[in-house]
């Protein structure tokens, strides 16, 4: 929870222990972050690129140690 | 890797589309539909980068862990041969009977 709060804007507001609620407001879900959409959609493409890659090293070495290549 | 000795290089390494892989995949998936339930959003139709990242991330870490499953059975298999080679005595092959050796002679009674 403290990290939300953390990310919430209303802790920049007043760095004292308490919100006010007259600082506050809704998180704004019609805009979407993008950055962060980006970094998750990069961050996937790069998990499968090295799946892909490990598969194929994987599939090297074997060929390699068992003589087949 | 880390958690993998050099002999299991020689493994043939799993196909990318595995049954651990699955299951953590779906792990993830569940893990982003629970953080949107509890932010009090649609599950399915909000934060689909999310799903897609925590998805993805178990689909990997399933491969690495097949392949430290497929190292554990091959290591028990080699053990159990070898411990077969090493002792030939306890593990003969029973002589093999024809049925026409066990069966009764058949005597009609008609």
């Given at each position: 929870?403290?990290?939300?709060?953390l990310?919430?804007?209303?802790?920049?507001?007043?760095?004292?222990?308490?919100?006010?609620?007259?600082?506050s407001?809704?998180?704004?879900?019609?805009?979407?972050n993008?950055?962060?959409?980006?970094l998750?959609?990069?961050?996937?493409?790069f998990?499968?690129?090295?799946?892909?890659k490990?598969?194929?090293?994987?599939?090297?070495?074997?060929?390699?140690?068992?003589?087949?290549? | 890797?880390?958690?993998?000795?050099?002999?299991?290089?020689?493994?043939?390494?799993?196909s990318?589309?595995?049954?651990?892989?699955m299951?953590?995949?779906?792990?993830?998936?569940?893990?982003?539909?629970?953080?949107?339930?509890?932010?009090?959003?649609?599950?399915?139709?909000?934060?689909?980068?999310?799903?897609?990242?925590?998805?993805?991330?178990?689909?990997?870490i399933?491969?690495h862990?097949t392949?430290?499953?497929?190292?554990?059975?091959?290591?028990?298999?080699?053990?159990?041969?070898?411990?077969?080679?090493?002792?030939?005595?306890?593990?003969?092959?029973k002589?093999?009977?024809?049925?026409?050796?066990?069966?009764?002679?058949?005597?009609?009674?008609?």
């Open positions: 929870m403290t990290f939300n709060r990310l919430s804007r209303a802790a920049l507001v007043s760095k004292v222990g308490s919100r006010s609620i007259f600082q407001s809704k998180r704004d879900m019609t805009n979407p993008w950055i962060r959409v980006g998750a959609f990069g961050t996937t493409a998990v499968w690129g090295l799946l892909f490990q598969r194929s090293a994987d599939e090297h070495e074997y060929r390699v140690r068992n003589g087949l290549e | 890797m880390w958690f993998l000795p050099e002999e299991a290089k020689a493994l043939p390494p799993p990318v589309f595995n049954r651990n892989s299951w953590l995949a779906l792990t993830g998936g569940l893990a982003s539909m629970f953080h949107n339930a509890i932010n009090h959003k649609p599950p399915l139709k909000s934060g689909v980068h999310r799903l897609v990242l925590l998805s993805s991330i178990g689909w990997y399933g491969y862990v392949k430290r499953e497929i190292y554990h059975y091959a290591k028990i298999d080699r053990d159990m041969k070898e411990y077969i080679g090493l002792h030939p005595e306890d593990f003969v092959a002589e093999k009977k024809t049925f026409a050796e066990i069966v009764e002679p058949f005597i009609p009674i008609r």
